[in-house]
């Protein structure tokens, strides 16, 4: 536990870089715009000085912490560092029966909590009377879905906000940051390309407190040149950090054909090739969720009615990445990859939502038939809206003949099922039902 109040808190300059260039100001603040940002309601909360109990939720190194210190600066607040690990309930009472007191004067205290998830069900309890009256303003940070593991009657009193990783352009700017202001290496001067900051700005994966330790630990194995200067080359970045910087574009061209490669060799039912494409993108810093939303797009666009488990599956293993992470969400991606390289392949969706589309696009004003239009007025039904309708569950088979094209468009075909593992079985199905369509019609004659 610890208490600070922020006005002379001061940050050592052998301490690491994280540190020293933690923001105080919500200026100096990087990230989060659609919470901090000019008009949005985070930052017209502290505006207006309306400031209550939150929970902050967001993966690790994106600034929780340091906003809750901000708002605490800016609050004029008492700021109680609490950690999930090591305060037991006598603590948190000794520290609410303080903050009483100190409300007595007029004093607000803030009372954060890092990974309040871990705390048990009796230690969130003991803060929930406190939170009550208003003796505290309690701010919990949790990388964990508060919902599954804030207690509710502790939850229903805090409003959540959702911290997002910080994008690469961020990283980019902390970095800059760091290397020109004094707190960092303002006073030294440091020779490093923008290739390789744009090489750790990927590799912290939208955690900044790992982007500012690896910037750190490169400026201090760098190589220290004749007239005092420091220099960071790949090659020890690449010893900094453990692995090949593989100094990947995410928007340029090679991003494109790495996600074709992937994808085409999915297609061709070649998982070994789709793995390896997929250990390059992972590896070289690309986005776990931008591939999982692609597979996604993969499971029904080339698998589609031949494999129906593939759609889910692919859901799942983009809430595998949201939920964990690299690198361990690698063998999620893995999983999934394999599947849909192994699975039936059909692209009849594909193919019939283009017929279709095409048509829409050309017969934009085609009338929706009568028959299947809802006449829920007196008028509607006047104007015949309904008339003919044929309600399918009426029927022995729960089918009937009803037309639900346009005129204009009846007996186009824009799903034709192929007869690739599922499929086929929908394929009989849909030539049973048309035949069965067409022996009624013809009966009717």
Known sequence: MEQLTLFDEAVSLNAPLASRMRPVTLEDYIGQEHLVGEGKILRQMLEKDMISSMIFWGPPGVGKTTLARIIAHRTKSNFIDFSAVTSGIKEIKEVMKQADSDRMLGMKTIVFVD??????????DAFLPYVEKGSILLIGATTENPSFEINSALLSRCKVFVLQGLTTADMRKLLDHALTDKRGFGNQKIQIEDRLLEAIAVFAGGDARMALNTLDMAVLNGRIEPDG?????????EQCTGKKMLLYDRNGEEHYNLISALHKSMRNSDPDAAIY??????????????????????ASEDVGMADSQALPLAVAAYQACHFIGMPECNVNLTHVTVYLSMAPKSNSLYVGYRKARKDAMEMLTEPVPLQIRNGVTSLMQELHYGEGYQYAHDTEKKLTDMECLPESLLGRKYYVPTEQGAEAQVKKKLTDIEEWKENLRKSQK
């Open 229 to 237: 200067s420091v220099t960071v080359s790949q090659e020890i970045l």
């Open 115 to 124: 990974e309040i998830h871990r705390f048990n069900k009796a230690q969130q």
């Open 277 to 298: 494409w997929l250990a390059r993108m992972l590896e070289a810093g690309e986005d776990p969720l931008y591939i999982a939303r692609r597979l996604i797009r993969f």
